[in-house]
């Protein structure tokens, strides 16, 4: 996903963007340029790592000026290259823009712009705001005038930073489907993607909505509606330490985020038990009103969700359909106002997940969200937002995040059915007991991580890998099997165990790994039935199983991993850390780019 970084002060402003640069490069990225305002525009665009627009600008000393917006772009139209990377300038080099989002009319625009005459340099979508911003210029003479006229011309997703030669004391910012916020300093102030690129600066900040538009100068901040109105906004105050967003001292991002488990369950729990009860402080909600559950949400989100169906299901005696936000937003959903759609996203910005969001409202679901980053847009446009308080989470391949994601979704079942009766009391006090145990039980796990460091030594060098278990183990098998594919590029499925006879066991061949998947111990005896299956076959099996059933796995397979024993809705918040773990050093050993994979960016904001 793109990052964007602008700054209005007394200071350099290049040093500064590509500092704040540096703190978006986790988002993932192919490209990146910074453009400063003195008397004229003075753009550089480096394609592939940060490092090479630092080197090609002496770390922003070549572009003299306190003015100045900068970029890293995840090409989505045109290559990855120094004429696609943003800022684009207009063609009489008096606007300068930085764009994060697709305009999806960019190709009928650029054909009116050059029937007026106007060059194109790039390939890209977002050149066309640039070229377009000068023509309406002509007209309206301000920028704020000429902006307002792009906006009403464009559609699709924007983020835009925006700074002018002719004004050098202000510069614009406005956003529509993808994140932007302005932060508040003293004598300057900033525009950026997420809060990880100024939170070194400032802690004061606000977060634009859809429509609105921002004239940041030094001296103060002027925020406008869709019609042009003025309007004033809540600020927001960070809380979290600044080396929240730093490695301290580990080699990767996702092995600290994975370290950090133990914490950041505390923070997701902790507030949420109160004298041996499940509470959701300052829920408006009555949640035992509804018939169904939809749970909507992508990727590991998707997974958290999938566990969620069979515990709730389980629990509360309702159904849960769980679908991928991008397919709900095309199959015309049956939604009613008797549905309770459950929105789940890390980033809270994921566009597929933010259009089903949407989707949903409209067709009458009320909307609760279970979101990571706080006054993101998901979380904003819920009905009711549960945050999940894992801290910044830096690494593309969630691992924090999707814990503390099950953890509250598990409290939520647990409160949920403890509403509608369909446990008993001695039940609830048990879930609720386990709960408050899970942090600790993580800590264990984490201390045992040699072991699943000596496994990956094992098996790093496979290019197929299946993940196989039923019930709850195959909704933790799909997350496992993510993990592996999205940082070590190895192949690889998850399947219900059952399944496997189906088809998918024509695969399995001698020396195949299986990672045999038996902590749902009510199937425990399945799960042994299908190590054999495959056993039989030549496969090499790694197993994860629970502590009171390790023995009698370890006599079948080659492998054998273990969890603290639960109460069974907890079982994947144990059973995911060693899958995480182990696609975290299987990858290590593969010399991967684990924190930015290849290809992958950590919010999608496009489709
Ligand atoms: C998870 O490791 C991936 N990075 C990806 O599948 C992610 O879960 C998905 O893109 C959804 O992101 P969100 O939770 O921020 O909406």
Not at 322 to 327: P, T
Request: aromatic residues 6%; negative net charge; glycine residues 8%.
């Amino acid at each position: 996903m793109c990052g964007i970084v602008g700054y209005i002060g007394n200071r350099q402003a290049a040093p500064l963007l590509l500092e704040g640069l540096s703190r978006l490069e986790y988002r993932g990225y192919d490209s990146a340029g910074i453009c400063v305002a003195n008397g004229e525009l003075h753009v550089e665009k480096a394609k592939g790592r940060l490092q090479n627009l630092a080197e090609k600008t002496q770390n922003g000393a070549l572009l003299p000026g306190t003015l100045g917006i900068g970029h890293t772009r995840w090409a989505t139209h045109g290559q990855p290259n120094d004429v696609n990377s943003h800022p684009h300038l207009s063609e009489n080099g008096k606007v300068a823009i930085v764009h994060n989002g697709i305009i999806e009319n960019y190709l009928e625009l650029r054909e009116y712009l050059e029937a007026k005459g106007i060059r194109f340099t790039s390939e890209t979508d977002s050149e066309v705001v640039a070229q377009l911003l000068e023509v309406c210029m002509q007209e309206t003479g301000t920028v704020m005038d000429a902006l307002y006229m792009v906006l009403h011309r464009i559609s699709g997703a924007y983020a835009l930073g925006i700074i002018s030669a002719d004004e050098p004391d202000v510069m614009y910012a406005a956003r529509k489907d993808a994140p932007l916020l302005i932060g508040f300093g003293a004598g300057e102030n900033f525009i950026a993607s997420d809060v990880t690129a100024l939170v070194r600066h400032t802690r004061d900040v606000v977060y634009l909505e859809d429509g609105e538009v921002a004239a940041v100068s030094r001296g103060g901040v002027q925020i406008y509606n869709a019609m042009g109105q003025p309007i004033e906004k809540e600020h927001h105050h960070i809380d979290w330490e600044i080396s929240a967003a730093e490695k301290g001292g580990y080699e990767h991002f996702m092995l600290k985020e994975i370290m950090e488990e133990p914490e950041a369950l505390r923070r997701a729990i902790s507030p949420r038990i109160r004298e041996g009860r499940v509470v959701f402080d300052g829920m408006q909600m009555d949640l035992s009103g509804y018939a169904r559950i939809m749970i909507i949400a992508c990727g590991s989100s998707y997974h958290v969700g999938m566990v969620g169906k069979y515990n709730i299901e389980k629990l509360c005696r309702i159904p849960v359909e769980v679908i991928l936000a991008s397919e709900f937003r095309y199959c015309d959903p049956i939604i009613d106002e008797k549905t309770l759609a459950v929105v789940i996203s890390q980033s809270g910005e994921t566009l597929d997940t933010m259009a089903a969001l949407r989707e949903a409202k409209r067709r009458g679901a009320k909307i609760l969200s279970i979101v990571n980053v706080v006054g993101s847009s998901i979380a904003r446009e819920s009905d009711e937002v549960i945050y999940t308080y894992a801290g910044p989470e830096i690494a593309v391949a969630t691992t924090k995040a999707y814990s503390t994601q099950m953890a509250v979704l598990d409290l939520l079942a647990i409160h949920l059915a403890g509403l509608r009766g369909t446990i008993d009391e001695a039940q609830y006090r048990s879930f609720v007991d386990a709960a408050a145990r899970i942090p600790e039980q993580v800590s264990e796990i984490l201390n045992d991580r040699d072991r699943i460091q000596y496994y990956a030594s094992l098996y790093f060098n496979h290019d197929s890998v299946f993940f196989i278990g039923r019930n709850l183990d195959y909704a933790l098998g799909l997350e496992g099997s993510l993990k592996l594919k999205e940082i070590s590029y190895i192949h690889s499925e998850a399947y219900a165990s059952g399944e496997l006879k189906h088809g998918t066991i024509s695969l399995i061949e001698p020396g195949t790994l299986v990672v045999a998947l038996g902590t749902y111990t009510p199937l425990f005896e399945k799960a042994m039935s299908n190590v054999i299956e495959v056993k039989a076959r030549g496969a090499n099996v790694l197993a994860l199983t629970t502590a009171s059933n390790c023995a009698e796995m370890e006599k079948r397979v080659d492998a054998i991993l273990s969890i603290p024993d639960t109460e069974l809705p907890l079982l994947p918040l144990l059973g995911v850390v060693p899958l995480q773990l182990f696609a975290y050093y299987v990858a290590l050993q593969r010399g991967c780019d684990i924190d930015k994979p290849r290809n992958l960016a950590k919010s999608v904001t496009v489709e």
